[in-house]
């Protein structure tokens, strides 16, 4: 599969972002699917993923203002990410993984999509 993310940009502190991430095929019980983000000079970390019947897992820093979703009808992923702070500021990569496992474990994501910069002012 194939994936392309979008909605990257420039907000400031306190805003709203929402990003999507368009898959190739048909990822309805075929792939969990997931967000990671890397900032400059760090490791890439897990933010945020979701199975393919919906149930989800959100890494600590983002829990309670970033939410995750997918539209299987429409082989997208979404991440609604509010009350950014500087500190979200990375790429974000959209990621996918045959169905099962860990949904938290980088090394289990076989797919990648190419990453949208997210820069948050204060």
């Given at each position: 599969v ?7 940009g420039?907000?400031q502190?306190?805003?709203?972002l929402?990003l999507?991430c368009?898959?190739?095929e ?9 967000w990671?983000?890397q ?22 820093s ?8 997918r ?9 609604q990410?509010?009350?950014l702070?500087?500190?979200d ?13 860990y949904l ?9 999509g190419?990453g949208?910069?997210v820069t948050?002012s204060?």
């Open positions: 194939q994936l392309q993310a979008s909605g990257g420039l907000v502190a306190g805003d709203s929402r999507s368009a898959a190739s048909n990822t309805y019980a075929r792939y969990d699917m997931a990671f983000r900032a400059p000079g760090k490791e890439r970390e897990f933010v945020a993923a979701i199975r393919s019947a919906h149930a989800t897992s959100h890494g600590d983002v829990r309670g203002r970033f939410t995750i979703s539209d299987n009808a429409k082989n997208m992923l979404y991440l990410m509010n009350r702070r500087v500190e500021t990375a790429v974000y990569y959209c990621a996918a993984k045959p169905v099962g496992g938290a474990e980088r090394g289990e994501y076989n797919y990648w190419q949208t910069q948050v204060s």
